[in-house]
């Protein structure tokens, strides 16, 4: 089987599935472009996990190649199963959990991916037992499968799908941490999340900030502008409001009105950012407080010590 860099590109790719792998996951595409999007979600997230591990480059393909695999036995599931706009019914449910057998069945048909198909097979167990499809507990799920658990919950929850809205990481994070405590996640690799979930909102917090700075002082500018007008209007042109106005460089046709709807669409503009910065704000702290406890939780987990 040819070898390629999964991680030669900027965009992560999967020239390491075989002709058939790939043909069986463009039909999960097609037929349900939630799961496809999803699908490129958990590769991802997989990615940012392993990288955070600083974890051997084998070990990080065959996790990323897993992701790819992880719900290719949707390929199976009936489309208005698949596509439901509503939440399942249980039997529907019992249906759609048969993705994870299903998926084992077809990696097995493939020699390369023999070894990669219990991985496929056990995404969904819990530690405690509670998962599916085998009820396996602990050290017994496979430590990738557990790490694809993780990820795959996560975009799971935090993607707008199309009978639910996006969630916040933080409060998608508090959602896993519970998970964590009940004994059905695994809060070593849930640790490393939080530490690529904080990183990625404080740099996103930086921008903003200076976004925000950029827009008051433009506000800033507007308003100095706004008062030399008033005083025109109030008073007339004199050598020195024209002093004043030349100081701004101000483009031919730049009248009062034109300073006036400025203001207004940019005060709009800084309100929405400022929002933003806000919600940053708060999302980076809720984020510290939770990797300290996903810290504390990781250290004292028995599982793959």
Known sequence: MKKNDILASAKINFNELSNEIKAEISVLG????FTDAHVQGVVDITTKICTEM????????????????????????????LQKNEKLTQEEYEVMKTHTTLGYDLCMNYPEFKDLAPIVRAHHESFDGSGYPDGLKGND???????????????????????????????????????????????????????????????KLAEQVHIVDEYEKELETLHELE?????????????????????????????????????ISKQKVYEEESKT??????EEEKLQNQLKQGKKLAQKEKWYN
């Open 227 to 263: 008062n030399i007008y008033k005083e025109i209007y109030d008073s007339g042109y004199t050598n020195k409001l024209q002093r004043k106005l030349n100081r701004y460089q101000l483009q031919p046709g730049y009248d009062m009105s034109t300073n006036a709807q400025l203001l």
């Open 141 to 203: 799920i496979p430590y990738e499968a557990s790490l694809i658990k993780v990820a795959d919950v996560y975009d799971a929850l935090s993607r707008k799908r199309q009978y639910k809205d996006k969630m916040s990481n933080s409060d998608t994070i508090a959602i896993m941490l519970q998970e964590v405590e009940n004994n059905r996640m695994c809060a070593k690799f849930l640790y490393y999340l939080i530490i690529y979930l904080l990183d990625e909102t404080s740099s």
């Open 30 to 33: 097609g037929l349900d472009i």
């Open 277 to 282: 910065y806000k919600f940053l704000l708060s």
């Open 54 to 81: 600083k974890m051997p480059y084998e070990m990080l393909k065959r996790c990323v190649l897993c992701a790819y695999l992880h719900d290719v036995g949707k390929v199976f599931i009936p489309s208005e199963i």
